[in-house]
């Protein structure tokens, strides 16, 4: 998924700089990758970037940043900062993307559908990774892999080898990695009735 923030360059720095941007709506930010390394001070609307941060694809979306109000740049989330107490975005940190060069990500699996092995024997889902890390191009970053897990019986099981095959990507977690198996529901033994009082 791709979507547009706006951003401006600063060129005034310090913590009371930072406070300023702050009470004019924006945070103060920092976009890497540009020719030389070099790391290039700008400032976004928070609540934009926290939408962006809160959708579906999250820290993967690309987004077209306009600087200025100009041409668009291609840029992922590097990190970010939040207030510990507000949860509201302080700092973040943007890096521009070559639209063909392939790139590591960490995407979200969705698991669908009922397994058999639950009504017929009794069994419960034990999701063990809930993501995995894919290489792709940024345009095809997808936001989650879905797995379906109709067919699981007790023990069955499904791993990254078992995922099907993707044009658009490729799993870079090892081949053996569980994702999802079903394993038996741990009944607790019932305590002995305490001997009654002599």
């Known amino acids: ?11 005034r720095f310090g913590r009371n700089e930072a406070g300023r941007i702050r009470r004019e709506g924006r945070i103060p930010a920092v976009l890497y990758g540009g020719g030389e390394g070099k790391a290039e001070p700008v400032a976004v609307n928070p609540k934009e970037l926290m939408r962006i941060l ?10 077209s940043l306009k600087l200025d109000g100009q041409g668009d740049t291609r840029v992922l989330v590097r990190e970010y900062q939040l207030d510990p107490v507000t949860h509201s975005l302080l700092h973040a940190d943007f890096y521009r993307v070559a639209m063909d060069k392939l790139l590591e990500f960490t995407v979200p699996i969705h698991l669908t559908g009922e397994a058999k092995g639950i009504k017929a024997q009794g069994a419960i889902v034990d999701f063990v990774n809930r993501d995995i890390v894919v290489e792709c191009l940024p345009a095809d970053i997808p936001e989650n892999i879905t797995v379906d897990v109709t067919e699981l019986m007790l023990h069955d099981g499904i791993r990254v ?31 002995a009735p305490a001997d009654a009082a002599a």
Do not use: F
């Open 54 to 63: 809160h959708s579906d694809s999250g820290v993967n979306t690309l987004i």
């Open 1 to 11: 998924m791709e979507t547009v923030l706006e951003a401006v360059r600063r060129d």
């Open 161 to 191: 080898r078992d995922l099907p095959a993707n044009p658009k990507w490729k799993p870079v977690s090892e081949p053996d990695t569980l994702i999802v198996h079903l394993v038996a529901l741990k009944v607790e033994e019932e305590p």
